[in-house]
């Protein structure tokens, strides 16, 4: 059995997710019919709005189903859009579900700068909304990510949050790699949206919410049964919903802190090989990821390396893995290319243990030990 060590690409499903899922499977039942089974379906889905809108501090009703991350991150774009934006400003190191919707939004966008730990520059934005120019450029719009999938590097939303609202702007968080590692405050982030992911925190694929503050404006992109209050139609997924909420659930109190003493292991084990170097690592970062570049060994030859030896890790943003690219994440903290073509990503979660991470750390290090004379043998 492989050592799965990729839970920010996918968190494998938590037997509480899989057990909801059956229940609610076995229930049966559309929650738009009236009749009992019906009935049952749509209780399913309202506690678990319930329960998921508590798990992020928001109202109930607040909550918007989606088929995951990316449908959410687009419909806050769409709506943007609508409401009167003409120039987005996403911070460099989006993923590509902000990024591509952005890009293919057909309004301007501009990149907001991240520091060489991979920090949002908020002076730079502070300074950007300042000289906003409404009747050019619109209402301003602002995407910033709670937590970055390569690097785990956590984001100063709350303040960028406080200055677009200061701007009369609106406010989109990525909220997608917090939940199942870090509490996320819908609240307190003063966004106006927030994308998230089931599967992310140990639930299942395929499901995901958009939450929406009270004043955010939403334009909804699927016309149909008009379910979610009109604002998401088709039927809900109602055991992926089930599910979601119940991995939320199950997110036990010491999980990041037992996530952190193990990647902080593996760290500094890694990080004592000459040629390493540890990316984020002077910034506040969520418990479990590790971006590692080794120099002259690429990302994807690590990754094989390693799946041959047992170890699911990956290369940069698993949503492009199989088409492994070098990192634009690295590259707006100013890694040189070789860098960001030799950095992978190790991201731990809910069933990783002591011994996973030390079986990883000595076989990794065998490995780079065997092949790094020969790597610069080649030049
Ligand atoms: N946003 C971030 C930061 C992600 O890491 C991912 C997935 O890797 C997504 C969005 C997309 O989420 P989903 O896979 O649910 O569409």
Request: proline letters at 3%.
């Amino acid at each position: 059995m492989s050592v799965y060590l990729d839970h920010n690409a996918t968190s494998p499903l938590r037997a509480e997710a899989r057990e909801a899922l059956a229940r609610a499977y076995d229930a049966g039942g559309n929650p738009s019919s009236v009749h009992g089974a019906g009935r049952t379906a749509r209780a399913i889905v309202e506690t678990a709005r319930t329960s998921i809108a508590s798990h992020f501090v928001t109202r109930a009703e607040d909550v918007v189903f989606t088929s995951g991350g990316t449908e959410a991150n687009n419909l806050a774009i769409s709506s943007a859009k609508a409401a009167g934006a003409k120039r987005l400003i996403i911070s460099a190191i989006e993923h590509d579900a902000v990024r591509d919707a952005a890009l293919a939004s057909g309004l301007e966008v501009e990149f907001l700068p991240v520091t060489n730990d991979g920090v949002a520059d908020i002076a730079w934005l502070e300074a950007r909304l300042s000289g906003w120019d409404r009747n050019a450029d619109g209402t301003p719009f602002v995407a910033l990510m709670a937590a970055n999938n390569e690097t785990g590097v956590l984001q100063p939303v709350e303040a960028a949050g406080r200055l677009v609202r200061e701007a009369e702007g609106l406010f989109q968080v990525d909220a997608v790699q917090m939940a199942g590692k870090l509490s996320f405050d819908f609240a307190g982030s003063l966004a106006h949206y927030a994308a998230l992911s089931a599967h992310k925190a140990g639930g299942p694929q395929g499901t995901g919410a958009l939450l929406l503050a009270c004043d955010a404006p939403l334009s909804r992109q699927m016309h149909g049964g008009g379910q979610e209050k009109g604002r998401r139609s088709g039927t809900e997924n109602v055991a992926g919903i089930a599910g979601f909420a119940a991995a939320l659930e199950a997110v036990g109190a010491d999980e990041a802190a037992r996530m952190a003493v193990l990647r902080d292991a593996l760290q500094s084990r890694l990080e004592s090989v000459e040629g390493v170097r540890i990316w984020g690592a002077g910034a506040q970062r969520l418990p479990n990821t590790l971006c590692v570049s080794a120099e002259a060994w690429p990302s994807e030859i690590q990754v094989i390396a390693m799946d041959l030896a047992g170890f699911a890790i990956s290369a940069g943003s698993a949503c492009s893995s199989g088409k492994v690219r070098k990192s634009r994440v690295l590259e707006a903290m100013g890694a040189s290319e070789a860098q960001a073509a030799s950095a992978i990503r190790i991201s731990l979660g809910w069933m990783t243990t002591q011994d996973d991470v030390n079986r990883f750390a000595d076989a990794w290090m065998r490995e780079y030990a065997r092949i790094r004379p020969r790597m610069a043998a080649a030049g």
